[in-house]
Structures are given as structure tokens and as C-alpha cells.
């Protein structure tokens, strides 16, 4: 696996493999990487014969100084863990490689990015959009891997590939979860063991709803009773819990073929975010 740190040296690297007929596939990163990221790569693997991981913690989507400052940077032990995998290319580029001096422009979907996560972190969704438009443009891949873990963010990227032109097929993977259920996060990893313990009654709660909600149950009570178990179970804020259509997120009054149910918690300065179907 070679790390390349300049766009340059990443283009030139590709129209090799393009001239060869090759296909490549891009799995996004901002690295401190687990095996929720891996199940990406390996799916990667499965659909093109190159394969590239971006390592790039983007200052852009970060609204909050203190979570940018905090976030995990492993890149020793990310190569490590990405050596075996049949990785071609890790680029991880510094901050001015992707946003030189001058750089003005953004990328904003406007619709799926208002609620939710969008709601409480503003510009976050914007500094996805852009990082993400760059990052096909810059490794011009055919497939890119994201994964369901973050539910609103791959609708969006969806929605921006297909409004933009940019061709490429977004696939999906499923979150990959502990044995207890939390949803793997490189956020995890700030977690006290006694807040590591407290964090699985969030997918709980979800499990608790969504099953309830299959059921017929009424919307408002169901929710109000998840919101209190995530409380009851340690965390100090729900942001949200709400069921919504898992294409188009709008909200949703009841159970329906592809609702989900998504939510984003703080276990004190530690905030994380889950979703789940509801069928
Ligand atoms: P991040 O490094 O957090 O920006 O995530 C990079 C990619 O990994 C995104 O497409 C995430 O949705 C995906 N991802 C993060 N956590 C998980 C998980 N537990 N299971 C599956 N994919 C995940």
C-alpha cells in the first residue's frame, strides 16, 4: 500500500490503472480506523480491482472546535491495519493540499441536510458535501463505499453525486456493532469506561422503538419512552429521535416500508449518533 499526500501524484497514479482498464473504488476516512471502516474496504475490494482510502479528518465539517481538536489521529496503526487488506493507495492529504489558500467554493445540498444532525450542527452537512464532491473528483472513482452507520450523510452524498454528474456509484454497507450493540464510532474510542458501559442502552432504546413501532404502536408515547431510556441510561442530552422515511427523511407519523429511526445522543461531551429500519 503506497500513502500519497498530493492530488498530483494521486491523478497520475489512477490514469495508470485507468489505461489498464481498471476499475477503482474509494472508501472515505478520517482515519482511527475500526472494523466498521474495514467492512468497507473489504467491500471495495469486492467491486473494483483498485482500491483507495482517504484519510482526511476535514477541518470544514467539523462545527465545533473542540470535537476537531479532540477527534482520534492514528495513522500509524491505521496503515498497519489497512496493510493486509489489498489497500492500492492511502491518500492522506494535509489540510492545504485540499483547501489551498484562497479556496472559496462550497458544495451545499439543500433539502436532506436540514434536520437532524443537520439541525444541530450547522455547516457540518456543507463541509461533508464539498470534502466529498473533492474527493471523487480528485480520485475520479467509479464506486465509492459509505456506510449506513451515518444514515442522513450517505442520503446527501447520494443526492449531491446524482445532482452534480459526478459519476459514480454509491454503495452502502450496513453499521457494524459491538457485541452489545453500539454502533463501532472512531468517537468511541473518548468514551470513560463507565460511559463506554452506559452507551449501548442508545441502539437498545432503538431496538426497544422500533420494535414497538412494527408493532403499531403510537408514535409520540414510543418515542418519549426511548428519549427517557437514553437518559435513564447515562446520557445527559438526546438531540433527536425521529422516525422518518429512510429515503427522503421526511418525518413520518408511523411505521411505514422504509422508515427508520434515527437519533444522536451526548454521553456528557462525547455526542453519538445511531438509526435503525423500522419494518
Ligand atoms: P468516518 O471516518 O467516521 O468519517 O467514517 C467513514 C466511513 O465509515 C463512513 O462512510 C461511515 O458511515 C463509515 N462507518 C463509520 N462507522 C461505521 C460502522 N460502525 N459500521 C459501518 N460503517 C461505518
Redesign the pocket.
Known amino acids: 500500500m503506497d500513502v500519497i499526500r498530493t492530488v498530483a501524484e494521486l491523478r497520475a497514479r489512477v490514469a495508470l490503472w485507468r489505461r489498464a482498464g481498471e476499475g477503482v473504488a474509494v472508501?472515505?476516512?478520517?482515519?482511527?480506523?475500526?472494523?466498521?471502516?474495514l467492512?468497507?474496504v473489504e467491500e471495495a475490494r469486492r467491486r473494483a480491482a483498485r482500491v483507495i482510502v482517504t484519510l482526511f479528518v476535514?477541518p470544514k465539517q467539523f462545527n465545533n472546535p473542540a470535537d476537531l481538536k479532540s477527534y482520534p489521529r492514528t495513522e500509524e496503526s491505521d496503515r498497519a491495519v489497512l496493510a493486509p487488506l489489498g489497500v492500492d493507495v492511502l491518500f492522506a492529504p494535509d489540510s492545504e493540499e485540499v483547501y489551498p489558500r484562497g479556496f472559496a467554493t462550497n458544495v451545499s445540498e439543500s433539502g436532506l441536510s436540514e434536520g437532524l444532525c443537520g439541525a444541530h450542527r450547522p455547516g457540518h452537512f456543507d463541509g461533508v458535501s464539498t470534502v466529498v464532491a473533492k474527493l471523487f473528483l480528485m480520485t475520479g472513482a467509479n464506486v465509492a463505499?459509505?456506510?449506513?452507520?451515518?444514515?442522513q450523510?450517505?442520503q446527501i452524498?447520494r443526492r449531491m453525486a446524482a445532482d452534480l454528474n459526478i459519476p459514480v456509484d454509491i454503495v452502502?454497507?450496513?453499521?457494524?456493532?459491538e457485541a452489545d450493540g453500539l454502533?463501532?464510532?472512531?468517537?468511541n474510542a473518548r468514551l470513560s469506561p463507565a460511559q463506554r458501559a452506559a452507551a449501548a442502552c442508545l441502539p437498545r432504546a432503538l431496538e426497544t422503538a422500533s420494535a414497538a413501532l412494527a408493532k403499531g404502536a403510537a408514535l409520540e408515547p414510543t418515542l418519549a419512552a426511548a428519549r427517557a431510556a437514553i437518559l435513564a441510561g447515562g446520557y445527559a442530552r438526546v438531540d433527536y429521535l425521529e422516525l422518518r422515511d429512510g429515503a427522503s427523511l421526511a418525518p413520518l407519523d408511523a411505521a411505514a416500508p422504509g422508515a427508520r429511526l434515527l437519533a444522536a445522543a451526548w454521553l456528557e461531551e462525547v455526542r453519538l449518533i445511531d438509526n435503525l429500519a423500522v419494518s
Open positions: 472508501v472515505p476516512t478520517m482515519g482511527a480506523l475500526h472494523a466498521g471502516h467492512s468497507l476535514n463505499i459509505f456506510g449506513e452507520k451515518d444514515w450523510q450517505l452524498v452502502s454497507m450496513p453499521t457494524v456493532r454502533a463501532l464510532s472512531s468517537r
